[in-house]
């Protein structure tokens, strides 16, 4: 009877253990169930990802050399005045030359253009129009560095059988008073020193009129000495750039 009451109650006892494995799981599985209804949390919201600059392109120096011409020379007013050396060593100033016409001529014996005017004897031609009418030419070379060139002008004068006088201007200040632009670029200056016409030599900007060509400056000179203003006071130059210091 012992042995029956205690297998019985063995068995209960497992039946109890059971019972209680069973409800243990069912209330683990409603545990899960409810925590699988819950609202899941919301993830934190993404950053908005920033926006990048875009790259500067690396900035490009370009270094140039350029001159400010400074210009003071007008149109019926006084003619800046200057003195200077010619490449014999003989001194020239614009007073010197007072109560007669003035012709300057910025010149460079390298540039291809004054070369072609020399040749045609541009200058020297216009100078026989008006002998002892007290007309005086000078050319005028402001280009650095033609203080160290006076051998060239010298030979360049002698083979072309120039007689006007070839004044240095290494510094550049009186080419930038008068705004001497290209070479040849050209002046008239009226006895009273006023000036009167300043631009090309003539129309003939690529050489190929010859003697049909227009020549300003002979234009000019006329109209001064009869005491007339100039009727084309201005025009554009053109030739090789004036190649100043710095």
């Known amino acids: 009877m012992m042995m029956r009451t205690s297998f019985f109650g063995k068995v209960k006892t497992m039946r109890n253990s059971r019972v209680s494995w069973i409800a243990s799981?069912?209330?683990?599985?409603?545990?899960?169930s409810a925590f699988a209804q819950t609202e899941p949390a919301k993830p934190a919201p993404a950053k908005e990802p920033v926006k990048a600059e875009p790259a500067k392109p690396a900035t490009t120096v370009t270094t140039t050399t350029t001159t400010t011409v400074s210009t003071t020379a007008a149109?019926?007013?006084?003619?800046?005045?200057f003195k200077l050396n010619d490449v014999n060593?003989?001194?020239?100033?614009?007073?010197?030359?007072k109560g007669k016409v003035v012709v300057?001529?910025?010149?460079?014996?390298?540039?291809?253009?004054?070369?072609r005017h020399a040749k045609s004897k541009t200058a020297e031609k216009t100078l026989a129009a008006y002998k002892d009418k007290g007309v005086v030419w000078l050319n005028i070379d402001s280009n650095f560095g033609s203080e160290t060139k006076q051998d060239g002008i010298k030979k360049f004068n002698k083979d072309n059988g120039l007689t006007a006088a070839w004044v240095l201007d290494p510094s550049g200040a009186t080419g930038k008073a008068y705004g001497a632009k290209t070479t040849p670029h050209v002046f008239v200056i009226d006895q009273k020193g006023n000036l009167a016409y300043m631009g090309a030599i003539d129309d003939d900007n690529k050489g190929d009129k010859g003697d049909k060509a227009?020549?300003?400056v002979k234009d000019a000179i006329d109209a001064v000495l009869k005491g007339s203003t100039v009727a084309t006071a201005t025009t554009e130059p053109y030739g090789c750039s004036v190649k100043y210091k710095g």
Do not use: R
């Open 25 to 32: 799981a069912i209330v683990c599985a409603f545990t899960l």
């Open 75 to 81: 149109i019926g007013k006084p003619a800046p005045d």
């Open 104 to 115: 300057l001529e910025w010149s460079n014996f390298e540039c291809p253009v004054c070369a």
């Open 89 to 97: 060593g003989k001194t020239h100033s614009l007073a010197d030359y």
């Open 214 to 216: 227009k020549n300003y």
